[in-house]
């Protein structure tokens, strides 16, 4: 059997045995929108709130909004981002995000994040987090989030904006 058709088998068999993409998935939209490197965090016992991260990348040409997420791992999804109040670092419900074009928007811990709130089990490690995002003009994009360890600082162990993963004031909405 030669290399291609080996590697092909493989890939094939991988597929079967429910092998999914890694950390890194990229998926780019026909309008041009850039999806990469989402993740999300397991949960602790108990913890009926999680989070999702990724990057959002546009052409320069072309601006879009992402307006909303749903996922059946949880009873709701917010899009949401930290913000300093009065020295108090809060957290707050966005209605829709804008990706402005030739700009990269990163969802990281301490920043712009995905709540998935009233989780209907834990996020484990190793796990993988179905998620569809809704766009104005990419529509709906589906990913598949693999969930990394608590307090994992992000795919590569470094997001730039890592605050411990406290997720405070959270259980109240």
Same mark, same amino acid.
Request: glycine fraction near 16%; aromatic fraction near 2%.
């Given at each position: 059997m030669?290399?291609?058709?080996?590697v092909?088998? =493989?890939?094939?068999?991988?597929? /079967? =045995?429910?092998?999914a993409?890694?950390?890194g998935?990229t998926v780019? +939209?026909?309008?041009? !929108?850039t999806?990469?490197?989402p993740?999300?965090?397991?949960t602790?016992? @108990?913890?009926?709130?999680?989070?999702?991260?990724l990057? =959002?990348?546009?052409p320069? %040409?072309?601006?879009? +909004?992402l307006?909303a997420? %749903?996922?059946?791992?949880?009873g709701?999804?917010?899009l *949401?981002? *930290?913000?300093h109040?009065?020295?108090?670092?809060?957290?707050?419900?966005?209605?829709?995000?804008a990706?402005?074009?030739?700009?990269?928007?990163?969802?990281?811990?301490?920043?712009? *994040?995905?709540? !998935?709130?009233?989780?209907?089990?834990?996020?484990? $490690?190793?796990?993988?987090?179905? /998620?569809t =995002?809704?766009? $104005?003009?990419a529509?709906?994009?589906? !990913?598949?989030?693999?969930?990394?360890k608590?307090g %994992?600082?992000?795919?590569?162990?470094?997001?730039?904006?890592?605050?411990?993963?406290? *997720? @405070?004031?959270?259980g109240?909405?």
């Amino acid at each position: 059997m030669d290399r291609t058709a080996t590697v092909a088998t =493989l890939s094939f068999a991988a597929l /079967l =045995l429910g092998a999914a993409p890694s950390v890194g998935q990229t998926v780019t +939209t026909h309008t041009g !929108l850039t999806i990469s490197t989402p993740w999300a965090r397991a949960t602790p016992g @108990g913890a009926k709130v999680g989070a999702a991260y990724l990057s =959002l990348k546009l052409p320069a %040409s072309i601006d879009d +909004t992402l307006v909303a997420a %749903s996922s059946p791992v949880a009873g709701s999804v917010e899009l *949401h981002t *930290h913000m300093h109040d009065g020295g108090v670092m809060r957290m707050r419900r966005l209605d829709k995000i804008a990706v402005g074009g030739g700009n990269t928007v990163t969802f990281r811990p301490g920043g712009l *994040h995905i709540m !998935l709130i009233d989780l209907k089990q834990p996020l484990k $490690e190793g796990d993988r987090v179905p /998620l569809t =995002l809704r766009f $104005e003009k990419a529509g709906e994009v589906a !990913l598949d989030v693999p969930v990394l360890k608590v307090g %994992s600082p992000g795919p590569g162990g470094a997001d730039g904006e890592h605050r411990g993963g406290h *997720h @405070g004031g959270h259980g109240k909405h």
